[in-house]
């Protein structure tokens, strides 16, 4: 029987708070973009292509979310390692806290990004030639999810 270690615990922590805050910053950013594609797309179907990609514009978080999940389980030893890797409870820490940048700036980024993209939604159903610009508009609100990303990949790479 394998024992679970408190700083095994912590890795595992700072994974799910990756991913987890990650996948609902999407989910929420895109269910507000969904929502204002789907009023859009009742008086013009043709547009869509863009509504489409304009929803799922605020997915990339999750998938942020989940890379650094991965990176935080590869890093620690936990995928593909040796059964039984043991991890202090001071490194342990070290992992959760590198799960805390892409985490929260995941969520809120994708959150706003979604609020933005519905924007821009709105912005292309008056006029197509506004797609690049809404386009524009919506991914600097990312640019802080990436920041995260960076942030945490810095972090994993320091310790």
Same mark, same amino acid.
Request: hydrophobic share 55%; proline share 3%; net charge negative.
């Given at each position: 029987?394998?024992?679970?270690? $408190?700083?095994?615990?912590?890795? #595992?922590?700072?994974?799910?708070?990756?991913?987890?805050?990650? #996948?609902?910053?999407?989910?929420?950013? @895109?269910?507000?973009?969904?929502?204002?594609?789907?009023?859009?797309?009742? &008086?013009?179907?043709?547009?869509?292509?863009?509504?489409?990609?304009?929803?799922?514009?605020?997915?990339?978080?999750?998938?942020? !979310?989940?890379?650094?999940?991965?990176?935080?389980?590869?890093?620690? !030893?936990?995928?593909?390692? &040796?059964?039984?890797?043991? $991890?202090?409870?001071?490194?342990?820490?070290?992992?959760?806290? =590198? !799960?805390?940048? $892409?985490? +929260?700036?995941?969520?809120?980024?994708? @959150?706003?990004?979604?609020?933005?993209? =519905?924007?821009?939604?709105? @912005?292309?159903?008056?006029? &197509? =030639?506004?797609?690049?610009?809404?386009?524009?508009?919506?991914?600097? +609100? &990312?640019?802080?999810?990436?920041?995260? +990303?960076?942030?945490?990949?810095?972090?994993?790479?320091? @310790?």
């Amino acid at each position: 029987m394998e024992i679970i270690t $408190i700083g095994t615990a912590l890795v #595992f922590a700072g994974a799910a708070i990756s991913a987890a805050l990650g #996948f609902s910053g999407s989910a929420i950013g @895109m269910g507000y973009a969904g929502q204002a594609a789907s009023g859009v797309l009742g &008086e013009k179907p043709n547009l869509f292509g863009k509504m489409l990609l304009m929803q799922a514009l605020p997915g990339s978080q999750g998938i942020y !979310g989940f890379v650094g999940a991965f990176l935080i389980l590869n890093f620690a !030893g936990i995928l593909g390692g &040796e059964p039984g890797v043991i $991890i202090e409870t001071s490194v342990g820490w070290q992992y959760l806290m =590198a !799960g805390i940048p $892409i985490g +929260v700036a995941g969520f809120f980024s994708g @959150m706003f990004q979604g609020m933005v993209a =519905a924007s821009g939604i709105s @912005m292309i159903a008056k006029d &197509e =030639a506004n797609m690049g610009r809404a386009i524009i508009l919506s991914v600097m +609100v &990312e640019t802080w999810a990436i920041f995260g +990303v960076l942030i945490s990949f810095i972090l994993l790479t320091s @310790m």
